[in-house]
Every structure is written in C-alpha cells, then in structure tokens.
C-alpha cells in the first residue's frame, strides 16, 4: 500500500511541470489525482502517462467560470479533497519601462486571481485537517530584472498563504506555499528560443550556491510533505531554490 493510498488530490497546473512531476510521485504512492491545464493534448499526455489513478480537466486558472466548473466537478469525481496544490501559473519577461497592461493582467489573473478563487471554491469540499499548497517563487523576495510584475504577483501569493491559513484553522486546514528558485521545468523553452533558453538557465546556475538548477522531482517532494506531512505547520514559505534566497 502506498504512502498516499486512498487520498484525493487536485492540482491545478499538472500537466507539465511541477505539477506534473508532483501528481507522478502522488499517483505512485497510491493517490487519485485531478490535474487540470489549458491545453488538451498536454493533459492527454500526462493522464497517459500518470494511468489509471489520474484525471485530466481542461481549466483555464485565470477564469472564474472556469474555476466553478471545476469545483463541480471534483464534488462529483472525488467528493472530498484531501490536498489542493495550487500551482497553475504563468511567467513573464519585461524591462518595468516595457511592460503592458496586457501582460501586466495576463499575470495577475492566472497567478493571483487563479489560485485566490480556485482555494475558495474548493475549500469547502476540503477534508479537516486537509492542505493547501501555493506555488509562489524566490522572485518575491529578490530583486531581479524584467520580472517586476510577475515578482508582484508571486508576494500577492505569499501574503495570501498566510491570510488564508488564518480564515482556514477553524476548519484544520493548513495553508502553506513552496517557493521555487530556478527549476530545470522546460518553462523557459516554452517563452524563449532554445538558445536563449539555454543560456538563461547556465547564467541561472551559476548564481546559485549549489550551482545548478533543481528538477521538479525536488520540489514535489516539498510540496508533498506541505501537504501531508507538515503536521504543525501553516502559513509558511519553503524555499526549494539551491539556496539562492537564503545564502
């Protein structure tokens, strides 16, 4: 039997990722997962690939109708949530002089709107003594270049683990956020040109103490234990970034 047998789990943003890399380890320690994403070949793809204990909806994280569709569903799949990881997210390159409003809201509505009302809507189907996972990321307490807005968005996250985690103890339900640093996700290939990309990630690495990038594995792990095994713990940030953040 597996560590997680008979747990519920819903994961916004599985399909790729570290929501992908946390509904496998999941998925292979017993648990029925509900992964959603915005594009379906993806989520195709990563049912295929988590088997039998997997569902796949397509859900936009920066729609309300979106997100109330998907409560729905997941009363009648599962009935009850054990652990919600709210990961869907999208990230954004641009000088502060260059950023538009199109994608100064295209990042606050998937990263703050998204995860906000997707806890609000599936809260009350969360089992007590349950868990809520943010993914937020080392961009809210660093200054770094071009990423103003989505570095705003990610605080937006942070302050929110801890309001949540305070409204949610009457119920026993534990809020708590997983901080990324620079991940190895295949995220960059998907908003830059390979070569771009590539270089990004080895200037990335050598930034870090550890000097080199973490995989998603690693940070399934935190967002496991956050969710299941963080017993005493709610309204914390843990840092999984090679100690970019914290050296």
């Known amino acids: 039997m597996g560590k997680y047998e008979g747990k519920h789990v819903v994961i ?10 946390t509904a496998q380890l999941l998925v292979d320690e017993g648990a029925r ?6 594009d379906r070949n993806a989520l195709d793809s990563a049912r295929d690939r988590l088997g039998g204990n997997a569902v796949a909806v ?24 054990d652990a919600l990881f709210a990961n869907a997210g999208v990230s954004g390159f641009a000088p502060f002089e260059a950023t538009g409003e199109e994608l100064f809201d295209q990042l606050l509505a998937v990263n703050v709107k998204g995860p906000y009302f997707t806890v609000q809507k599936l809260a009350p189907l969360l089992v007590e003594g349950g868990g809520v996972v943010f993914t937020t990321s080392v961009a809210n307490v660093l200054g770094l270049p071009t990423l103003s807005a989505y570095a705003a968005g990610k605080a937006a996250v942070r302050s929110m683990t801890r309001s949540l985690a305070r409204e949610l103890l009457p119920r026993k339900i534990r809020v708590n956020a997983v901080s990324p640093g620079p991940i190895d996700s295949g995220i960059l290939e998907k908003s830059m040109p390979k070569e771009a990309a590539e270089a990004t990630k080895a200037q990335m690495a050598a930034d870090i103490p550890m000097l080199r990038l973490g995989n998603p594995a690693e940070v399934a792990r935190a967002v496991a234990f ?19 953040s914290q050296l």
């Open 33 to 38: 997962v509900l992964i959603t994403g915005r």
């Open 226 to 244: 956050l969710a299941f095994d963080a017993t005493y713990t709610t309204g914390a940030e843990l840092a999984v970034d090679g100690g970019g």
């Open 58 to 81: 397509r859900s936009d994280a920066g729609s309300l109708p979106d997100i109330e569709a998907l409560a729905d569903r997941v009363k009648t799949g599962f009935g009850s949530v």
């Open 12 to 21: 916004t943003g599985g399909s790729s990722g570290l929501g992908l890399a």
